[in-house]
């Protein structure tokens, strides 16, 4: 089994910015925001952006567990 992290900038409108790390989790972009679920916990809700907040991926760390 594979456990990841995650580590996501998030820049708001008004520039100021700060990281954040999740793991086991998928960022997915929709019409209304992104969000960011987690794919073991059914789903579960996470975190949700608005569209006018820049979300960049800086680093996946994988790490294997037997």
């Known amino acids: 089994m594979k456990d990841y992290c995650v580590t996501l900038r998030i820049t708001k409108p008004d520039l100021s910015s700060y ?8 960022v997915i972009k929709r019409e209304d925001g992104i969000l960011v679920r987690h794919m073991t916990l059914g789903g579960e809700l996470l975190a949700y ?4 907040w820049v979300i960049e991926v800086i680093k996946v760390d994988i790490k294997e567990n037997n």
């Open 49 to 52: 952006y608005p569209l006018t």
């Open 19 to 26: 990281k954040i790390k999740f793991n086991d989790a998928i």
